[in-house]
């Protein structure tokens, strides 16, 4: 088996230290890879490579820079199947949803090809007559990108495409569990043609990597999506230098069903929301509020859908729900449902870990539904990052928003109604950066992205995330 390397400066290198790591696939504990494993040395490296890359990158012309984008959007087009393949071998994630995820990272390389095009700047009426006032917006420079293990595609094209197409160099460092996805989207991007140093890629321990991200002044931006713990660190850390940082963290989303929704559709919705990628998304569905009158029937509707789910090994293409994406995982996930339980919850459907048969090896818990849970129970606290969807209810409207925003977070929200009047009034009312109404899908390319409170700070997203990777210069002319 090769060993992955790292990509910097327009070269595959392995690590200073020459340590490696190797990778397993979570639904089998199959060994699938091993990789250089590198540590701030490495990123110093690849920070000085950036360095030395941006003045002509920055200074390219828009159309250049969109050339080499619209390039890499055809390669990983074209090596969708491979790709997404790769994502479910490493991360467990069923090969229909990896294949989705592959063509929103190439579609986040062609939107942004365009919107570098758009970085339009500005002219203001002076107050004085022999002077003019001239607003552009030059790109921040060197960006660091630290990205998770749940989208090991998709988060690293949000962040390193409107990056470059601003005319930012880019230093990536991706999840640990999750370098093989990240160094075959590397090889793309070295086939796609981009000068030396754009786009560089450093593996490897992420207390010592974030440390040279953070201590280096050649590091102008922090672009990262992860745990709200790690990044309250980095916030910390960027403190130093002032540099610019933008934040997807932890979410905690409530997701409500009014008496008047079509229950089929939300069924639907709060299925897709709840159970897509095991449960690990950061807009997962983590609380379900759903009225008293119709809760009993809801309940019925979702438990036949999830009973119908098959679990098992992503690559299987029947598979609709995959495994989780280590031992620790299991455990905290498993820890949710023992203390609900043990508060008096009760488990309408699931409620353990799958270890029979082919689950054996892979770190599998069956798709959950508890009711009778209270706002003490852990599951209504603390992020659960699995398939366990705990069911509360409510009586009337004002009730329900307070509770959906009683929480530190603010990522992302549900709700389902036919009242139009009651679907603007909540949608107004919920603190969070994304509302779904009557949709449990909500993620789009040119759609901001983002959390308020803990959740985050910035957007991605269309042209907001432009926004992020750009200075904005006043230039005051005198005649
Ligand atoms: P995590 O532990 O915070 O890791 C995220 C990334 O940060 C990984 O690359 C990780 O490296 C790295 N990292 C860990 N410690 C670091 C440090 N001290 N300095 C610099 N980097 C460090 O989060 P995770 O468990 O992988 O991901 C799940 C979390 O991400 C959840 O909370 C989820 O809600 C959130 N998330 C948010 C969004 C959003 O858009 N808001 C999207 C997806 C996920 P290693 O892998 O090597 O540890």
Same mark, same amino acid.
Request: with cysteine; proline share 8%; aromatic share 12%.
């Given at each position: 088996m090769d060993v992955g390397k790292m990509y910097m400066g327009g070269e595959w290198v392995e690590a200073v230290h020459g340590d490696t790591w190797k990778v397993y696939n979570p639904a089998t504990g199959d060994l699938v890879g091993e990789v250089a494993f590198g540590d701030g040395d490495d990123a110093k490296r690849a920070i000085d490579a950036a360095a030395q890359a941006f003045p002509g990158w920055s200074s390219a012309t828009a159309r250049e820079r969109a050339k080499y984008l619209l390039k890499l959007h055809d390669l990983v087009r074209a090596h969708r199947d491979e790709l997404a393949e790769l994502v479910s071998l490493e991360m467990g994630k069923p090969l229909r949803e990896a294949k989705g995820e592959v063509l929103g990272a190439a579609d986040n390389f062609l939107w942004y090809a365009e919107e570098a095009k758009r970085v339009y700047g500005e002219t203001i009426p002076s107050s004085v007559p022999n002077k003019r006032i001239l607003v552009m917006r030059q790109p921040v420079g060197v960006v660091a990108a630290i990205t998770p293990w749940n989208f090991p595609v998709n988060m690293v094209a949000r962040k390193v495409a409107p990056a470059l197409a601003s005319g930012c160099t880019v230093i990536l460092k991706p999840a640990e569990s999750t370098p093989l996805s990240a160094i075959r989207l590397f090889e793309l991007i070295a086939e796609a043609g981009f *000068? *030396? %140093?754009v786009a560089n890629l450093v593996l490897g321990k992420p207390d010592s990597i974030g440390e040279a991200f953070i201590n280096s002044e050649k590091v102008r931006k922090i672009a990262f999506t992860g745990s709200t713990r790690v990044g309250k660190l980095l916030m910390e850390g960027a403190a130093k230098t002032v540099k610019r940082i933008s934040l997807e963290l932890g979410g905690h989303a409530p997701t409500v069903v009014f008496a008047d929704a079509d229950l089929d559709a939300a069924v639907a919705g709060v299925f897709e929301s709840k159970y897509r990628a095991s449960g690990q998304q950061?807009?997962? &569905? +983590?609380r379900l509020f759903v009225h008293e009158d119709v809760h009993d029937a809801f309940v019925e509707k979702l438990k036949a859908r999830v009973a119908a789910a098959k679990v098992g090994d992503g690559r299987d293409k029947s598979v609709e729900i995959g495994p989780l994406v280590n031992e620790r995982a299991v455990e905290k996930v498993m820890r949710h449902i023992d203390d609900a339980r043990s508060k008096g919850a009760s488990v309408v459907h699931g409620g353990s870990r799958l270890t029979e048969? #082919? $689950? /054996?090896k892979g770190f599998f818990v069956a798709p959950t539904i508890l009711t009778n849970?209270?706002? +003490?129970m852990l599951v209504c606290q603390e #992020? &659960?990052? %699995?398939p366990v969807l705990p069911v509360l209810t409510f009586s009337d409207e004002e009730e329900v928003v307070r509770m959906a925003n009683d929480t530190p977070y603010g990522l992302a929200a549900y709700i389902f109604t036919q009242n139009l009047s009651r679907a603007m009034r909540v949608a107004e009312a919920l603190e969070y950066g994304i509302v779904g109404v009557n949709d449990g899908e909500v993620t789009q390319t040119q759609a901001p992205f983002g959390g308020m409170k803990e959740s985050g700070i910035g957007r991605e997203g %269309?042209? $907001? /995330?432009?926004d992020e990777f750009l200075e904005v210069k006043f230039v005051s002319l005198g005649l």
């Open positions: *000068p *030396p %140093g950061c807009i997962c &569905t +983590n048969g #082919e $689950y /054996a849970v209270q706002a +003490n #992020e &659960t990052f %699995g %269309g042209h $907001y /995330a432009m």
